[in-house]
């Protein structure tokens, strides 16, 4: 059994869905890896090293081994960094000792999820150090549908806090459904009295404050404000809730943003643009 759990998460199914994809699965001649099986003998056995080639923060490893490890049981697996480390160039995150046919197979799926996932959280961290201790960064629904448990631990990882986790945790009221209530109080009044604990509004001009407060707004989502804007919103608000900036904050933008007051700032592209991180596995046969 992995010791990797993860809140509504389910790894093996995972895992199986990830390698049948890729193997074919429930395709006509689909279920094999028909390279690995005509080149190298059943019994032969390889030792590997998955290594990065990028400064990155590390995660996603103890996923990458269950790929390893559903396909070769017995396969030797020495992990050897710690997730959420930041690590130089050329270091080692995993060992691996078995069945060559397993390491082959399950080589790309293993190295995609610890890409991918590691990308998200170095993208994560540097955003929070640019922000030097002012606010605290959040993440949005912006996620690869069918990973966003895993995107979203990816930036908790990197030091992120989670936003969202989906559309059943709070309301969030964003301009279209302000056009359809007929204002931002009338909205937060409806959710209100839906019995909604948590609503979050969001405005984008200063007079939409006083009314999304006085209606009942929980929090508040900042949109699109420049930082002199920022500062005065958060002048208004006067810590009576948590404000949130959002909208095209980019890396080189957050410092500022940050320390205009706000509690919170969200990016979307944590998770929606982060590249993938440049990591290798080299075998050797035994």
């Known amino acids: 059994m992995s010791a990797f759990t993860l809140p509504g998460f389910d790894l093996h199914a995972f895992v199986a869905a990830t390698l049948a994809e890729d193997l074919g699965g429930g395709l006509p001649g689909g279920g094999h890896d028909v390279t690995s099986e005509s080149v190298i003998p059943a019994d032969a056995r390889f030792s590997g090293v998955m290594d990065s080639r990028d400064a990155i923060v590390v995660c996603g490893l103890p996923i990458a081994a269950e790929f390893f490890r559903t396909l070769d049981p017995a396969m030797r697996i020495e992990?050897?960094?710690?997730?959420?480390?930041?690590?130089?160039?050329?270091?080692?995150?995993?060992?691996?000792?078995?069945?060559?046919?397993?390491?082959?197979?399950?080589?790309?799926?293993?190295?995609?999820?610890?890409?991918?996932?590691?990308?998200?959280?170095?993208?994560?961290?540097?955003?929070?150090?640019?922000?030097a201790g002012h606010a605290t960064l959040l993440d949005t629904r912006k996620t690869i549908p069918g990973l966003r448990l895993l995107e979203k631990y990816a930036t908790r990882t990197g030091g992120a806090q989670n936003h969202r986790m989906g559309l059943w945790d709070a309301a969030m009221i964003k301009d279209n459904h302000v056009l359809v209530a007929g204002g931002v109080a009338e909205a937060v009044r409806r959710a209100k009295d839906a019995g909604v604990a948590e609503i979050i509004c969001e405005v984008d001009r200063i007079d939409q404050i006083e009314p999304a407060l006085a209606a009942g707004a929980t929090w508040l989502l900042l949109d699109n404000m420049d930082a002199a804007m920022l500062r005065e919103a958060v002048a208004l608000v006067a810590g009576r809730v948590p404000s949130e900036a959002s909208g095209g904050v980019r890396l080189d933008t957050i410092a500022a943003v940050a320390a205009t007051g706000v509690t919170y700032v969200s990016v979307g592209r944590l998770t929606q643009s982060a590249p993938a991180a440049d990591i290798g596995l080299d075998f050797t046969p035994l």
């Open 79 to 131: 992990v050897l960094a710690e997730e959420g480390a930041r690590v130089p160039p050329g270091s080692d995150l995993m060992r691996l000792e078995g069945n060559a046919r397993a390491m082959l197979t399950a080589e790309r799926s293993a190295l995609n999820t610890v890409q991918h996932l590691s990308g998200i959280a170095t993208m994560t961290r540097d955003y929070v150090e640019a922000m």
